[in-house]
């Protein structure tokens, strides 16, 4: 007799990015791996109807009965965890019962190291292990994706869910968001190391500039592939045909488009690199990356584009980027081992002079992507 679990601990952890940003939603290829920062959820069977959900780190907590209809929350990180569970009730009906759950975090928010996706993963890998609900990590991508969607209106790609469910340590995944085939590369970037710097920019724009570039993305489609039929998703588009349609798409939805093409393009090529260890070739399609986020998608800021230039002038920096949905969260920084500290120190005063903001700096390894202890 198989003992079903009364306690389980569940690790989440934040997603980076090397390159292939904004082309998961338009069929293209990504560069993701998971961090060893991570969200930590602890679950225990309770014999009762209600969900008890605390956080420590905000100190934050509510309740949910199951045995009422569920709404949505006025508070938003909440309905994270409530769409999990909705999801689950519609999807595994009567299956699920009472827990409670406390989740501790060292993954900071809003900096486009996917601390929603983590979330939303964790609570569904939990709930999933505890009560033997039988879901796949394919079924817990999919899922979490449509929480992402329909609860909380996101119209986002699948890269963040992949990654925390797939990944593995020291490997970057190259993904085909269309295929969903993927391939682990080695993440050895000795003597180098990838270093995040948080511009502590709260993205508050992001969530409806998202959604608009996604309909602009699929507006550029939608006129191309009449003429072009054979292509099923924007990303795959080469760049000279996006060309032909610069008088016929309006001049935005030309950029989206031509961004999306060559980010694809520049994905492929990183790979090709990584893997044969030419990293200054692909830090220079991390510079490349970001100028076309910052001109032709629109979805950098000022402080961000102080960052990557003030990177540019030190050599022991081979790329940056902006990394995540962008207006504000990080920058991934390809940087000398040895020259870290001090560059932190450095950029640190310049940006608290600039902004009087606080630059925070994360040193992550890459580690393994979703875990029950
Ligand atoms: C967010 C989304 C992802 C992806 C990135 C941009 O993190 O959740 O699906 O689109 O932005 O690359």
């Given amino acids: 007799i198989q003992m079903s679990k009364q306690k389980i601990i569940v690790e989440s952890p934040g997603r980076i990015n090397l390159i292939g940003e904004h082309v998961d939603y338009n069929g293209g290829f990504v560069l993701p791996a998971a961090i060893d920062k991570k969200i930590i959820l602890s679950f225990k069977k309770n014999d009762s109807s209600k969900c008890n959900i605390s956080t420590l780190k905000y100190n934050k907590s509510f309740q949910l009965d199951l045995s009422h209809p569920i709404n949505r929350s006025d ?7 409530i769409g999990v569970i909705k999801n689950i009730m519609n999807l595994k009906p009567g299956k699920l019962q009472g827990f409670d759950c406390v989740i501790e975090s060292n993954l900071p928010v809003g ?26 990590d394919d079924d817990l991508i999919f899922l979490a994706k449509d929480v992402e969607h329909n609860f909380i209106g996101l119209k986002g790609g699948i890269m963040d869910q ?17 295929s969903l ?50 292509y099923n998703f924007l990303a795959e588009i080469p760049e000279k045909i996006i060309y032909e349609f610069k008088d016929e798409l309006n001049d935005k939805v030309y950029n989206r488009a031509l961004y999306v093409s060559q980010e694809n393009q520049r994905t492929i090529k990183s790979a090709e690199l990584i893997s044969k260890g030419l990293y200054s070739d692909f830090g220079r399609l991390m510079y ?25 002038e030190h050599k022991e920096i081979l790329g940056s980027r902006l990394m995540g949905g962008g207006f504000g969260g990080c920058t991934i920084n390809l940087i000398l081992e040895s020259f870290v500290d001090e560059y932190i120190n450095k950029i640190s005063d310049e940006y608290y002079k600039k902004y009087s903001i606080n630059l925070e700096s994360i040193v992550g390894s890459i580690s393994d992507g979703i875990c029950v202890i």
């Fill in 181 to 230: 085939d993927y391939r682990y590369i080695d993440a050895n970037f000795y003597p180098y190391k990838i270093l995040l710097l948080n511009s502590n920019v709260p993205h508050k724009l992001s969530d409806s500039e998202y959604n608009t570039r996604v309909k602009e993305c699929n507006n550029a489609f939608d006129v191309i592939s009449k003429k072009y039929f054979k």
């Fill in 75 to 81: 508070v938003h990180w909440e309905n994270y965890i």
């Fill in 111 to 136: 900096a486009g190291i996917s601390s929603s996706s983590a979330l939303i993963c964790g609570i569904a890998k939990g709930v999933n292990e505890l009560y033997n609900l039988d879901l796949s």
């Fill in 162 to 178: 992949f990654t925390i469910c797939k990944a593995k340590k020291n490997k970057l995944l190259l993904l085909n968001c269309t």
């Fill in 288 to 312: 490349d990356s970001h100028e076309g986020l910052k001109n032709l998608y629109e979805v950098s800021c000022d402080e961000l584009d102080f960052m990557v230039d003030f990177s540019k």
